[in-house]
Nanobody
């Protein structure tokens, strides 16, 4: 089971990007999913989280600008990022609680995708 993130890139301040994260492999269920980010020299921080029934939470720094969503049928999560700021520059990672076919729940990290916002 793995998570694959995509959609990062270079954008000017004020612009938008949409990140995607797809769970693949032999799995039974995906519970909570989340986006984290890590800027150079900083700790990894939670950006947004979404439960299996769509309850969302956001970091204060992105409220009103970012929207997290998911497609349970496709085991895919999205992060729509708008009004991007240079401070949003970071590597973005997806994370999820996944029950693989083996039956034991696991917390899985995807490889990061770089988001760079130029001023």
């Amino acid at each position: 089971v793995q998570l694959q993130a995509s959609g990062g890139g270079l954008v000017q301040a004020g612009g938008s990007l949409r990140l995607s994260c797809a769970a693949s492999g032999s799995l039974i269920s995906v519970n909570n999913m989340a986006w984290y980010r890590q800027a150079p020299g900083k700790h990894r921080e939670l950006v947004a989280r979404i439960t299996s029934v769509g309850v969302t939470t956001y970091a204060d720094s992105v409220k009103g600008r970012f929207t997290i969503s998911r497609d349970n049928a496709e085991n895919t999560m999205y992060l729509q990022m708008s009004t991007l700021e240079p401070g949003d520059t970071a590597v973005y990672y997806c994370n999820a609680d996944i029950q693989p076919s083996s039956g034991t729940w696991a917390n899985v990290w995807g490889e990061g995708t770089q988001v760079t916002v130029s001023s």
